[in-house]
């Protein structure tokens, strides 16, 4: 399902350079169930092995609370030990050389690159790699390509291998990655993170596409003067439309229902709404987009 905004923003008169992709249940589906593991055992069990929590029921609520403030695992902990929110280390251990702070975004970065379940991704999308074929050919303003960009609140070299995983690696260059390691302190949906992305890729905001699944984040796009597509989620735009409860008849819940909600659990207050006015375009799926792209660009 794809639906577009019908209003003077989406003409041929203003030209677009960018498209900036979230990652995380952007390339790849909500409901995989990838990301209610990553946001629940990955993260726990890398707050117990190496922030020495007692347990991963009491590590889960402490990841809960900052990811709510600041929508980013690793800006959350790093917040988290400012606040002393941390165990203190045991009795014989002691930081490494050149080590200030007992969470280090690096750590978190190998951990989750080297042990969350990626099989849950299920593989490359041939749909999905079909569209950034045709997307990385689209030629503008004098022959140009456009630019195709990765902005993740995850971290860097976790982000690369979610992308290689997913087969579509080789369309976003190394230096058009952005995590949330490439922008800290900051992190989306901060103002300031958008901006110092755009400012590296030379792109100007109203230039600039924006795909998320994440409401606070299409929010700050929009604000900023970008044009947003929003990413629902296999099977869930009707349902977010029409304001569905999936918990009301859980007897006719789906398997891809239940995982996309488990996974919108763990991301709490930023739920997908069409309805909302800073959304431009919804799609369900990201190899939709070149169906938005089509009406934005006239072709």
């Known amino acids: 399902a794809v639906e577009a905004a019908a209003d003077d923003r989406q003409t041929t008169e203003t ?18 169930g990838f990301t209610a593991h990553r946001n629940t055992e990955g993260a726990t069990s890398f707050m117990v092995d190496k922030l020495y929590f007692p347990s991963k029921a009491e590590a ?45 975004t690096r750590e978190l970065d190998e951990y989750w690159a080297n042990n969350l379940d ?17 997307t990385s050919n689209i030629r503008i303003n004098n022959n140009n390509k456009l630019n195709i960009v990765a902005f993740s609140n995850g971290p860097r070299k976790y982000v690369c ?9 080789s369309y976003f260059p190394p230096e058009n990655i952005f995590a949330v390691t490439d922008v800290l302190p900051h992190c989306k949906p901060d103002k300031a993170s958008f901006e110092l992305v755009l400012e590296r890729i ?19 796009a929009k604000s900023l003067g970008m044009r947003t597509i929003l ?30 909600n488990d996974a919108e659990a763990t991301k709490p207050d930023d739920a997908p709404d069409e309805s909302d006015p800073a959304v431009d375009a919804a799609v369900e799926v990201a190899s939709e987009i070149g169906d938005v792209l089509n009406l934005w660009l006239g072709d």
């Not at 809960?64 to 917040?79: I, M, N, P, Q, V």
């Not at 030379?202 to 700050?220: C, L, Q």
């Open 202 to 220: 030379g792109a100007k905001p109203h230039e600039t596409i924006m795909v998320e699944d994440s409401m606070k984040n299409v929010r700050m």
């Open 118 to 134: 990626f099989s849950l991704l299920g593989g490359p999308d041939p749909k999905c790699i079909n569209f950034f074929d045709n």
């Open 161 to 169: 291998r979610v992308l290689k995983e997913i087969g579509l690696d």
């Open 231 to 260: 990413v629902t989620g296999k099977g869930r735009s009707v349902k977010i439309r029409h304001g569905a409860d999936p918990d009301v008849d859980a007897k006719n819940e789906t398997k891809l229902d239940k995982m996309a």
């Open 15 to 32: 030209k677009i350079t960018t498209i900036i992709f979230d990652v995380d249940d952007t390339l790849y589906d909500v409901g995989t």
């Open 60 to 104: 889960q609520i402490v990841r809960d609370e900052y990811f709510k403030r600041y929508h980013s695992t690793a800006k959350g902990l790093t917040a988290a030990e400012a606040e002393g929110k941390l165990p203190p280390l045991p009795a014989g251990v002691s930081l490494p050389n050149g080590r200030t702070n007992m969470f280090d």
